[in-house]
C-alpha cells in the first residue's frame, strides 16, 4: 500500500472513530436523561393524584384539580389509577386486570414506591394508607419523546456521521495527495538525473519549509556527488600520470641502452638513472599505501600524552638536516604559560610526519623565504599556525588541495607528488583535529592545525 493511501485511511480512521464516538456518546446520556426526567414527570403527577384522591376535601381537590390543569402538561396515553387493596385484590389479579408489569407491582407492596417500563409505557406509583385503608395510587403514560424524538436524534446522528464519514475520508485522500505531491515531483527529478547530467540540481523555489529543506539536502548530496567524481576522475589522472612518468623512463632507458653494444661507464650511467626512476616509483607507491592505511579510522595507532611544542621543535630539527637553507622561525610570543595546555593526545611519529610535511612545503614553495611558526592554546585546543611567503595557491584550486596527486597550476618548477598534504589531512583527523589552509596567489600562505587539547579528570 503507497504511503500516500495510508496516511489518508489513517486520517480518515482517526476523525471517523472521533465522531463515531461523539455521537454514540451523545445519544447515550441524551436517552438516559430522557427516562429520569419521564419518571420524574409521572412521579410528580402520582403526588398531584395522590392529594387530589385522599388528603384534599372537595375545595382543594377543586384548587388541585385547577392547578393541574393549567400547569401540567397532558402526556401521551396518561391515565392515573385508584386502587384500594381489599382483601380480594393481589398482585396476580392487578397485572391480570391492569396490564401492569409484574415487578412493578411487587415493588409497590414491597417498598410502597415504584417505576417501571412496559413496552411504550412508563409507570410510576406509591401505596398510601388512608383511614385503614391502603391503596395504590399509579400514573402511566407514552414517552413521546423518547418513542418519537429520540428516534429522530437516532436517525438524525446516523445521517450525520454517514456524511461525516463520507466528507473525512474524501477530504484525506484530497490532502494526502497535496502534500504527498511535492515529493513525487522531487523523486521525478532525482530520477532524471544520472552520471551523465549530474550537475543538474533541484528547483528549491517551493515555500514549504520541510519540502524545500529535503531539496536543499539532496542538493547539497549531489554537490558531494558530483565533487567525489570529479575527485575520483582527478585522481585516476593525476595517478596515472605520477606513476607512468618513471615507468616510461625506466623503459625508454632500458631499450636505448639494449639498442647497440655500449661501454661499461655507459651502462652503469643507465643503470643510474633506472635505479633512480624506480626510487621514485617506489617513493610514490609507498606514499600511497601510507595515505590509504591513514584512510582509515586508526584502531592500531597507539595514542600518548606528548607536548606539541616539543614536537613542532624535533620535527624544526629534521627539516634543518634536510634542508639546511630553510628560513624556520618559532614565534613564541603566543606560547601558555601552563604547560599543560601544550599537551595533547597523540602519535608523535605521525604528528612529526604531518609537521613535517606543512613545514617542507612552506619552505619548497617559499624558495626558503621567512617562515614562522605560532604555537597558541585556548581551554579545549591548540592551535599551531604556520605562515610562510610563497607562490601560494590560486583562488580556483584551493578547493582541490586534499585530493590526492593534485598540484597547483604554478608548482611545475618544484618537485613533489601531490601525496603530502592529503596524509597531512588525514593525519590531523585521526586526532580529531582539524586542518585549515588559507592561501592567496603570490601573498603566501598560512595554514593552521587545531588539536584538542589533553584534559584529565
Not at 19 to 47: A, C, W
Not at 145 to 161: P, Q
Not at 273 to 280: G, H, K, T, V
Amino acid at each position: 500500500m503507497k504511503t500516500q493511501t495510508k496516511v489518508a485511511l489513517i486520517i480518515g480512521l482517526v476523525c471517523v472513530t472521533i465522531v463515531v464516538i461523539f455521537g454514540i456518546t451523545v445519544y447515550f446520556f441524551v436517552n438516559k436523561y430522557s427516562y429520569v426526567d419521564f419518571y420524574k414527570r409521572l412521579e410528580t403527577r402520582v403526588r398531584i393524584a395522590t392529594q387530589y384522591y385522599l388528603e384534599s376535601d372537595s375545595t382543594n381537590a377543586e384548587n388541585v384539580k385547577v392547578l393541574k390543569t393549567q400547569h401540567l402538561e397532558m402526556l401521551e396515553k396518561e391515565k392515573e389509577y385508584l386502587i384500594e387493596l381489599k382483601t380480594n385484590v393481589t398482585a396476580a389479579t392487578l397485572v391480570q386486570d391492569y396490564n401492569f408489569p409484574s415487578d412493578f407491582i411487587e415493588a409497590l407492596y414491597s417498598k410502597g414506591k415504584a417505576t417501571s417500563k412496559s413496552g411504550n409505557r412508563f409507570f410510576a406509583g406509591s401505596k398510601r394508607s388512608i383511614n385503614n385503608k391502603d391503596y395504590f395510587i399509579i400514573v402511566s403514560a407514552e414517552n413521546y419523546y423518547v418513542s418519537h424524538h429520540l428516534i429522530f436524534l437516532r436517525n438524525l446522528l446516523i445521517g450525520g456521521i454517514s456524511f461525516v464519514i463520507i466528507l473525512v475520508i474524501s477530504l484525506s485522500f484530497y490532502f494526502s495527495r497535496h502534500i504527498f505531491l511535492p515529493i513525487k515531483r522531487i523523486i521525478g527529478n532525482v530520477k532524471q538525473i544520472s552520471t551523465e547530467n549530474i550537475h543538474l540540481r533541484l528547483d528549491d523555489t517551493n515555500t514549504n519549509n520541510e519540502i524545500k529543506e529535503l531539496i536543499l539536502t539532496f542538493n547539497d548530496l549531489l554537490n558531494r556527488i558530483e565533487t567525489a567524481f570529479e575527485t575520483h576522475k582527478n585522481f585516476i589522472s593525476n595517478a596515472s600520470h605520477e606513476l607512468g612518468t618513471p615507468l616510461t623512463s625506466i623503459i625508454g632507458e632500458a631499450d636505448v641502452a639494449l639498442l647497440k653494444p655500449r661501454t661499461q661507464e655507459e651502462y652503469i650511467q643507465s643503470l643510474k638513472n633506472i635505479s633512480f626512476q624506480a626510487e621514485r616509483l617506489d617513493n610514490i607507491t609507498k606514499s600511497l599505501l601510507f595515505l590509504a592505511q591513514t584512510g582509515y579510522k586508526g584502531n592500531a595507532i597507539v595514542l600518548e600524552r606528548i607536548r606539541i611544542d616539543e614536537v613542532i621543535w624535533e620535527t624544526k630539527n629534521i627539516i634543518d638536516k634536510l634542508n639546511p637553507d630553510n628560513k624556520i622561525t618559532v614565534d613564541l610570543s603566543l606560547l601558555p604559560e601552563d604547560p599543560k595546555k601544550l599537551k595533547v593526545k597523540g602519535n608523535k611519529q605521525l604528528l612529526q610526519l604531518a609537521f613535517a610535511n606543512l613545514l617542507n612545503n612552506a619552505c619548497k614553495y617559499s624558495n626558503n623565504k621567512q617562515v614562522t611558526v605560532f604555537i597558541a592554546s585556548s581551554d579545549s585546543q591548540i592551535i599551531v599556525t604556520i605562515k610562510d611567503q610563497g607562490i601560494g595557491i590560486p583562488e580556483s584550486e584551493v578547493a582541490f588541495i586534499y585530493d590526492p596527486f593534485f598540484r597547483a597550476s604554478n608548482t611545475k618548477m618544484y618537485e613533489g607528488y601531490g601525496i603530502g598534504l592529503p596524509l597531512t589531512r588525514n593525519v590531523i583527523k585521526l586526532h580529531q583535529g582539524q586542518l585549515i589552509v588559507q592561501s592567496a596567489l603570490n601573498a603566501g600562505t598560512t595554514v593552521q592545525v587545531k588539536l584538542p587539547l589533553f584534559l584529565q579528570s
